[in-house]
């Protein structure tokens, strides 16, 4: 255990029971235990393998590529449909997680094993992505912004290409695109 982590687990009164129980199942695993995106990470050879976090209806392991596990119990969660590699174990109290110790051992070895294999997740490619009619309407109206737009690493047109697919308004895609409209004839990306 990392002394660096401790008040993670302190400052956390909802799920401190849960999450104190999930830390010694993983460092039982012999993982080193650091604080990455301000929650505790557990990392191989400085590999991620599985971090605990917690939301205001369940606390969790994510496991960094969770796609690539058997999931034999069927208790792997993909949290929303763009995510591809991630998976979540979700638990609502330390009983189940106490019952279910043994399986969620089996769970992080296999991790382990995954990364020294040194197996990746296939990603889907930019192209498989739907673009959202909006801003094919966009890209077809205005040459600039397509060949901006083009000309941008695959990750940023997938980030781009994910934020303007999510509202389920089409005002608000088109109200999303022309706020990023600059951005992209800039070349940069969502977050840059």
């Known amino acids: 255990m990392n002394p660096k982590v401790d008040f993670y687990f302190n400052k956390e009164k909802k799920w401190q029971k849960e999450i104190e129980i999930l830390r010694q199942i993983v460092v039982d695993c012999s993982l080193n235990e650091e604080l990455k995106w301000g929650v505790p990470c557990y990392t191989l050879e400085e590999s991620n393998i ?10 969790a392991y994510l496991f960094f590529k969770g796609a690539l596990l058997k999931d034999p119990k069927n208790i792997l969660i993909q949290q929303t449909k763009n995510v591809q590699a991630a998976r979540q174990i979700r638990f609502t109290n330390a009983q189940e997680i106490i019952k279910m110790k043994t399986v969620l051992k089996s769970y992080i070895k296999e991790a382990i094993k995954i990364e020294k294999a040194g197996l990746q997740v296939e990603f889907k490619k930019t192209t498989e992505f739907g673009i959202p009619e909006e801003f094919k309407n966009k890209l077809d109206e205005d040459p600039s912004l397509k060949s901006a737009f083009k000309a941008l690493t695959p990750g940023r047109q997938r980030g781009y290409l994910l934020y303007f697919s999510t509202p389920k308004q089409s005002k608000t895609r088109e109200s999303r695109i ?6 992209i004839l800039k070349g940069k990306g969502l977050n840059d």
Not at 178 to 183: G, S, V, W
């Open 50 to 59: 599985v971090l605990i976090h917690v939301f205001k209806e369940y606390c």
């Open 178 to 183: 022309e706020k990023f409209r600059k951005q």
